[in-house]
C-alpha cells in the first residue's frame, strides 16, 4: 500500500496553493507530479497523493517548485476553488474525465509547437529559394554585362599606325610587286557551301572543317553530351549544337529534355519554361507539328515523369510555386520509387503551405 504526502491547501479568489512535506527517505529527483483540469498528483517509489477540485484549472498557467524538502504547486481558475468530496465511483470517473482532458491539451500543444517549427523551416526554405534567385539573377546580369562589353570592343574599330607598318615590310624588290590585304574574322557556326568548303552565316568562305550537319541526331546529341562532361562544362557549345540539331527535329525529346537541364543549371529559368512547355506538348501529343502532320506517340512513364518534374522546376525558378506543385505531384505519381521526386514534392507542398 502507497504512503502519501502531507500537505496543505490555501484556495484565494483564483489561486489555488498546495505545499506538500517530501520526507527524506524520497529522492526529490524521482518525484512525479502531474497537473490535470480537475486534479493534482504528486508520486514518488511508495508514495502518492491526489487532490481532487471542484473546479477546472488552467493548464497553461501553474508553477511547481520545491524548497527545504517543501514542494509548492500554484494553480489558477477562474473562480475560487475548493476540495472536490464525492463517493469513490464518482471520484473515478471524474480523474479519468480530467486525464482524458490532460492527454487532448498536451496533443494540442505538440500540434502547435510542429505547426510553428514547420512554419518557421518554410519561411527559412522560402528565403533560402529567394537568395539563390537573387544569386542567379545577379550572376546573369553580370554575363549579360560582359557579353555586352565583348560586343562593344569588338564594334572599335582598330587604328594602325600605316608608318609602323611600312617600316616592318622588306623592301621592294621590283615594279611588279602585288600587294595584298586579307582579314579574319571569328566564327562560331559554319554552314556548308555548294564547293564543299565552309560559307558562314555572313557569306564569308572559311576554311574545310567537318560539317555537323551531316551527323544523325543521334551523334549530335553525343557530341553534345561531351561538352557537359568535360571537367569545366562548355553549356555554350553544346547549346550551340542542340539548336542545331532542334532545327532539323523540333520533336526530339532527348534533345529539348538536355536544352531544359542545361538552361536551368545556368538559371535561366524563362528560357527553360518555355522549353518545358514544349515538352509538355510534346508528351501529351498536342504540340503544333504533332497536330499538323496527325503524328502520335507513346512516351514511357520515367520520361514523362522526368519531363513533369522539369517543368515543375521551371515554374518554381520563376516564382509559380503552386503550379509547380501540380506536376511535381503528378511526376512523383508516375514514378513513386524516386525518392529525389518524392523530396522535391515535400519540399513544395512545405512551400506552398507556407504561401497559403
Request: net charge neutral.
Given at each position: 500500500?502507497?504512503?502519501?504526502?502531507?500537505?496543505?491547501?490555501?484556495?484565494?479568489?483564483?489561486?489555488?496553493?498546495?505545499?506538500?512535506?517530501?520526507?527524506?527517505?524520497?529522492?526529490?529527483?524521482?518525484?512525479?507530479?502531474?497537473?490535470t483540469?480537475?486534479?493534482?498528483?504528486?508520486?514518488a517509489?511508495?508514495?502518492?497523493?491526489i487532490?481532487?477540485l471542484?473546479?477546472?484549472?488552467?493548464?497553461?498557467?501553474?508553477?511547481?517548485?520545491?524548497?527545504?524538502?517543501v514542494?509548492?504547486?500554484?494553480?489558477?481558475?477562474?473562480?475560487q476553488?475548493?476540495?472536490?468530496?464525492?463517493?469513490?465511483?464518482?471520484?473515478?470517473?471524474?480523474?479519468?474525465?480530467?486525464?482524458?482532458?490532460?492527454?487532448?491539451?498536451?496533443?494540442?500543444?505538440l500540434?502547435?509547437?510542429?505547426?510553428?517549427?514547420?512554419?518557421?523551416?518554410?519561411?527559412?526554405?522560402?528565403?533560402?529559394?529567394?537568395?539563390?534567385?537573387?544569386?542567379?539573377?545577379?550572376?546573369?546580369?553580370?554575363?549579360?554585362?560582359?557579353?555586352?562589353?565583348?560586343?562593344?570592343?569588338?564594334?572599335?574599330?582598330?587604328?594602325?599606325?600605316?608608318?609602323?607598318?611600312?617600316?616592318?615590310?622588306?623592301?621592294?624588290?621590283?615594279?611588279?610587286?602585288?600587294?595584298?590585304?586579307?582579314?579574319?574574322?571569328?566564327?562560331?557556326?559554319?554552314?556548308?557551301?555548294?564547293?564543299?568548303?565552309?560559307i558562314?552565316?555572313?557569306d564569308?568562305?572559311?576554311?574545310?572543317v567537318?560539317?555537323?550537319?551531316?551527323?544523325?541526331?543521334?551523334?549530335?546529341?553525343?557530341?553534345?553530351?561531351?561538352?557537359l562532361?568535360?571537367?569545366?562544362?562548355d553549356?555554350?557549345?553544346?547549346?550551340?549544337?542542340l539548336?542545331?540539331?532542334?532545327?532539323?527535329?523540333?520533336?526530339f525529346?532527348?534533345?529539348?529534355?538536355?536544352?531544359?537541364?542545361?538552361?536551368?543549371?545556368?538559371?535561366?529559368?524563362?528560357?527553360s519554361?518555355?522549353?518545358?512547355?514544349?515538352?509538355?506538348?510534346v508528351?501529351?501529343?498536342?504540340?503544333?507539328?504533332?497536330?499538323?502532320?496527325?503524328?502520335?506517340?507513346?512516351?514511357?512513364?520515367?520520361?514523362?515523369s522526368?519531363?513533369?518534374?522539369?517543368?515543375?522546376?521551371?515554374?518554381?525558378?520563376v516564382?509559380?510555386?503552386?503550379?509547380?506543385?501540380?506536376?511535381?505531384d503528378?511526376a512523383?505519381?508516375?514514378?513513386?520509387?524516386?525518392?529525389?521526386?518524392?523530396?522535391?514534392?515535400?519540399?513544395?507542398?512545405?512551400?506552398?503551405a507556407?504561401?497559403?
Amino acid at each position: 500500500m502507497s504512503l502519501t504526502f502531507e500537505y496543505k491547501a490555501e484556495f484565494t479568489d483564483k489561486k489555488s496553493v498546495f505545499q506538500l512535506t517530501v520526507p527524506v527517505s524520497v529522492n526529490l529527483r524521482e518525484l512525479d507530479v502531474l497537473i490535470t483540469p480537475l486534479y493534482v498528483s504528486v508520486g514518488a517509489p511508495n508514495y502518492i497523493t491526489i487532490i481532487d477540485l471542484e473546479h477546472p484549472v488552467d493548464l497553461t498557467s501553474h508553477t511547481c517548485k520545491c524548497k527545504s524538502r517543501v514542494l509548492t504547486i500554484e494553480a489558477f481558475s477562474d473562480i475560487q476553488n475548493s476540495i472536490f468530496k464525492a463517493s469513490e465511483d464518482v471520484i473515478l470517473k471524474r480523474r479519468n474525465q480530467s486525464f482524458f482532458q490532460y492527454q487532448e491539451h498536451t496533443r494540442q500543444m505538440l500540434k502547435q509547437k510542429d505547426e510553428i517549427e514547420m512554419k518557421a523551416k518554410s519561411e527559412a526554405e522560402l528565403k533560402q529559394i529567394a537568395l539563390k534567385n537573387e544569386e542567379r539573377a545577379n550572376l546573369r546580369q553580370q554575363k549579360e554585362s560582359e557579353i555586352n562589353q565583348l560586343k562593344a570592343d569588338l564594334s572599335q574599330p582598330v587604328i594602325e599606325d600605316a608608318d609602323q607598318d611600312s617600316k616592318n615590310l622588306t623592301q621592294i624588290r621590283s615594279t611588279q610587286t602585288i600587294q595584298l590585304t586579307s582579314t579574319f574574322t571569328k566564327r562560331k557556326m559554319a554552314v556548308p557551301a555548294r564547293d564543299g568548303r565552309d560559307i558562314y552565316q555572313d557569306d564569308q568562305i572559311g576554311p574545310i572543317v567537318p560539317d555537323i550537319k551531316k551527323k544523325s541526331p543521334q551523334e549530335q546529341l553525343a557530341q553534345a553530351k561531351s561538352y557537359l562532361k568535360q571537367k569545366k562544362p562548355d553549356y555554350e557549345s553544346a547549346i550551340d549544337i542542340l539548336q542545331s540539331v532542334l532545327q532539323q527535329t523540333p520533336l526530339f525529346t532527348d534533345a529539348l529534355v538536355m536544352f531544359a537541364q542545361i538552361l536551368l543549371k545556368q538559371g535561366r529559368a524563362d528560357e527553360s519554361l518555355q522549353i518545358t512547355t514544349q515538352l509538355m506538348k510534346v508528351i501529351q501529343n498536342k504540340h503544333e507539328l504533332q497536330l499538323q502532320q496527325q503524328i502520335v506517340q507513346k512516351f514511357s512513364l520515367e520520361l514523362q515523369s522526368k519531363v513533369n518534374a522539369m517543368h515543375g522546376a521551371s515554374l518554381a525558378a520563376v516564382g509559380k510555386y503552386r503550379d509547380s506543385l501540380k506536376y511535381m505531384d503528378a511526376a512523383f505519381n508516375m514514378n513513386k520509387k524516386n525518392e529525389a521526386l518524392k523530396r522535391d514534392l515535400e519540399l513544395m507542398t512545405r512551400v506552398v503551405a507556407a504561401l497559403d
